[in-house]
């Protein structure tokens, strides 16, 4: 059996934290996250290098995207007729679910690669694979 | 392919792919009547092209997981099938019932059909999905104990493999609950409540075991992981589909009549629902990250992965939108059903179908895989199949969520009819991407008649 390239665990786990920030423990795991993050801030294990900063940069864009974007939708529209109609809800809840749901689906194909010791991108959001 | 009597799939997959079809044209014209209500009026009614339109998905579901069974099972068992003729002759009695049933449904009144069928002796007819005529009922009862009683015999004199006895859990217990369907009491609420343990433990139960068991074959033979890594995963995914499943019955117990106590087993368990399928995602795509082979069936692969991400999508996110009960106060028998409903069964078992006949029929057409060409065709009926369900999707879901406001949620709420008025421009869109994915079929059609650099099994 060939030896779990160095960092996988590490990887795995801030997989695992990332998608836990977005379905079951918001906010506690992002908190978990920063914290492997920090803790092993200096690993020079490409694969922890990589999850690590994919997942971080990942989390604070697509909180940002979900929150801060469903939320000034609200907040801008709260007094006008569009909310009276109910047409705003079906822009906020259609914007949170496609968003929320992709973020899910590029996190399970992050931890896909991270238990397989591969590197990976978010697609359109992911920063820049490091060298 | 390893064993000659796996040919007695094909027929099978012929008569899915041909049932598709027809499924897929009922539906556009059923969502042409939500427009335009008199369209085909009176020749084919809404309420009829409804039942034909899900009723032919069951029965072309059906045809591929009884053809992915006969495929699957020799390969599994490393010995021919038990009874190759008896597998031929069940295809003929089922292909006629089912046909003799749909053609039914389109030549006379309802009531009519009840009346002649039998339904004053047993009644069984009248409920939705299994709206079937009382001999219909009694037919696929006889093909389902024929062909698990062909496919047990062949498992049991070979080898066992987690893969067979997981389909053959998933395939007797599909046969089980639709014993069910035979029951009707006359109280509404005993009748609903287990006209559930069809429908729900079929799609929510036992048909994803069947699914993961498809899944699994077709990984192995495409990735070349090992065999216990994958069967590792299996185990995984069918005990959660079964923890959170079967007690997440419960969501559909909300509101009719059955104690309060289901607001609370229904929200919990179905809220976990999404987990098998997020662990087939993950399944899906690691192993595909791990294989140790270039599989030349690139077209079956991608319908693979395709499954674990539409499944977790339509099954999983969509499910759980409406599943907690406060939500569903508001949400149940709305087109957010209709929205998860689509993607869903497109997303796990449409898929799943798709992906055995995409990996055995060439196989079974000697060859290894499809030309270059075929496939690229192929690939491309996938992406127009699978991006139009998404629209789909989310045209009904900005329909449902229009609706539960006007409807339920609003000061001032809307009747019924008068909010489908309202809500009309999402059916057009949904309509027209409708289009699309008819489009989409007819090109996966085309791609089995595509030729190329053949290289011979």
Not at chain 2, 14 to 26: K, N, P, S
Not at chain 2, 32 to 43: C, E, K, N, S, T
Not at chain 2, 265 to 282: D, K, N, R, Y
Request: aromatic letters at 16%.
């Amino acid at each position: 059996m060939a030896a779990a390239p160095r960092g996988l665990a590490v990887a795995v786990t801030a997989e695992a934290l990332y998608l836990a920030n977005l379905t079951v423990l918001p906010g506690l795991a992002f908190v978990a996250l920063a914290v492997l993050g920090w803790y092993w801030r200096r690993a020079d294990a490409p694969l922890v290098r990589n999850h690590l900063r994919q997942t971080l940069w990942v989390s604070g864009v697509g909180g940002a995207l979900i929150a801060l974007v469903a939320s000034s939708l609200l907040f801008v529209h709260a007094e006008h007729d569009f909310v009276r109609g109910g047409s705003l809800w079906v822009v906020v809840v259609l914007y949170f679910t496609v968003v929320h749901s992709t973020l899910v689906l590029f996190g399970i194909l992050g931890l896909a690669r991270a238990m397989a010791g591969q590197s990976f991108r978010f697609p359109l959001i992911g920063p820049r694979l490091l060298p | 392919m390893q064993f000659k009597s796996q040919a007695a799939a094909k027929p099978y997959f012929v008569a899915a792919i041909g049932l598709f079809v027809g499924q897929i044209l009922f539906g556009l014209i059923m969502g042409l009547q939500y427009v335009v209500g008199d369209f085909l009026f009176p020749a084919i009614p809404f309420n009829v092209a409804r039942m034909v339109h899900t009723n032919l998905l069951i029965v072309w579901l059906l045809f591929g997981f009884m053809g992915g069974a006969y495929y699957l099972v020799p390969e599994e068992s490393e010995t021919e099938l038990y009874s190759p003729k008896l597998a031929r002759a069940m295809f003929w009695v089922f292909l006629v019932a089912g046909a003799l049933t749909i053609l039914s449904y389109l030549a006379m009144p309802y009531a009519r059909l009840a009346e002649l069928s039998g339904n004053n002796i047993v009644q069984t007819m009248g409920r939705e999905f299994l709206e079937q005529p009382l001999p219909t009922k009694a037919g696929i009862v006889v093909v389902a104990l024929a062909f698990l009683f062909n496919i047990t015999m062949t498992v049991l004199r070979g080898r066992k493999t987690a893969i067979s006895s997981i389909l053959l859990l998933g395939l007797w217990g599909l046969a089980i609950f639709f014993l069910f369907s035979f029951y009707n009491p006359s109280n509404l609420v005993l009748d609903k409540y287990y006209w559930w343990w069809v429908v729900h433990l079929w799609v929510e139960g036992v048909w994803e075991l069947i699914l993961g068991a498809l899944l699994a074959f077709v990984l192995i033979k495409v990735t070349g992981v090992d065999r216990e890594v994958i069967e590792k995963w299996l185990y995984v995914i069918i005990t959660l589909t079964l923890i959170t499943g079967i007690v997440g019955t419960g969501h559909h117990y909300y509101w009719i009549g059955t104690p309060e106590y289901w607001q609370w087993w229904g929200s919990v368990f179905s809220a976990l629902e999404p987990i098998p399928f997020f662990a087939m995602t993950v399944f899906a795509f690691n192993m595909v990250n791990r294989r140790r082979r270039e599989h030349p069936n690139r077209a079956a692969t991608l319908w693979a992965l395709g499954t674990g991400v539409m499944s977790f999508l339509g099954a999983g996110i969509w499910g759980f939108l409406h599943t907690l009960a406060p939500v569903n106060y508001y949400t149940h028998g709305t087109q957010i059903t209709a929205a998860h409903g689509h993607m869903a069964f497109y997303g796990a078992y449409v898929m799943v179908v798709l992906t055995i006949i995409s990996y055995a029929m060439p196989i079974l057409r000697g060859r290894p895989c499809n030309s270059p060409r075929a496939q690229v065709v192929e690939m491309w009926s996938f992406w127009l199949m699978t991006i139009s369900m998404v629209f789909i999707t989310l045209f009904l879901t900005a329909a449902g969520i229009l609706q539960v406001w006007l409807q339920r949620v609003s000061d001032t709420p809307l009747p019924f009819m008068v909010v489908q008025e309202k809500i009309g421009l999402f059916y057009w869109m949904r309509e027209w991407t409708g289009v699309v994915f008819l489009v989409g079929l007819v090109v996966y059609v085309a791609s089995f008649f595509i030729k190329g650099d053949e290289r011979p099994a």
